[in-house]
């Protein structure tokens, strides 16, 4: 027979020590789409680096009305003067269930596709499109990630790949969002060795605060973190 001063000394650990959880542990965070979808907020501004046929350019872009209609779309607009353009129209709505839906668009009149939707656990899949060619599924979750350069790194990323079932499996895109940042990282992966980085978020101005550089950029803080992505295998060099 177990002694009941015994149990309840167990059961008074167990209750203290769960009370000790960290709130801000991303694992104890819900995984809710909108968090990590560009925030609708006009201030902020994302500067990218982008990989355009071998060229590297940066550009600074503002988060933007399209016009003043319920529900439209918000854009991501150049601030260069001479480059009108825009980076992408984004917003986000509800689905008939209740889950949060977050649509990319390349115009205004588009219906756009389902960049995230839904808890954003690893594994779940939704299609991203309404023909329903591209499958979209949380293929990692990051408690910390460098971009590229381990320049730069965001806390609490999700990855999703889109892979489009009228072409090769072998091709497809995988896009990194993080917790309040959005969109951080873009790559296209072309064939079994074929990898390249067409879009990263380097830096960020607006009232969520970091970026975060780091000094230590030559090591990753969480050592499981960066293999459960699974895309590829991992580089010894990362270790």
Known sequence: MKNP??????????????????PNDPAQLP??????????????QYTYSQDN???????????????NSYNSY??????????AGVLYYFKNVQAPDGSAICLLANSPTDQGYVALKGKL???ASWFADTAQ??????????EEYYLPGREVHYNDVVVVKYADNRT??????????????????????????SESSDLQLISFQGSVTSS???????????????????IRQADPSDK
């Open 31 to 44: 995984s809710n789409a909108n968090d990590y979808f560009f925030q609708q907020n006009l201030t902020f």
């Open 212 to 230: 975060n550089p780091d000094t230590h950029h030559d090591r990753w803080s969480n050592s499981n973190g960066r293999y459960q992505a699974q």
């Open 53 to 67: 046929a071998s060229v590297i350019d940066t550009s600074t872009y503002q988060v933007s009305q399209v016009d």
């Open 133 to 142: 060619n591209i499958q979209a599924t949380v293929v990692g979750k990051y």
């Open 168 to 193: 090769s499996s072998d091709n497809y895109v995988v896009r990194y969002f993080a917790r309040y940042y959005g969109l951080i990282l873009q790559r296209t992966i072309t064939g079994p060795t």
């Open 74 to 83: 918000l854009k991501l607009a150049n601030k260069d003067q001479s480059n």
């Open 5 to 22: 001063i015994s149990l309840a000394i167990i059961t008074f650990l167990s209750t203290l020590l769960g009370a000790c959880a960290s």
């Open 121 to 123: 656990e690893i594994g």
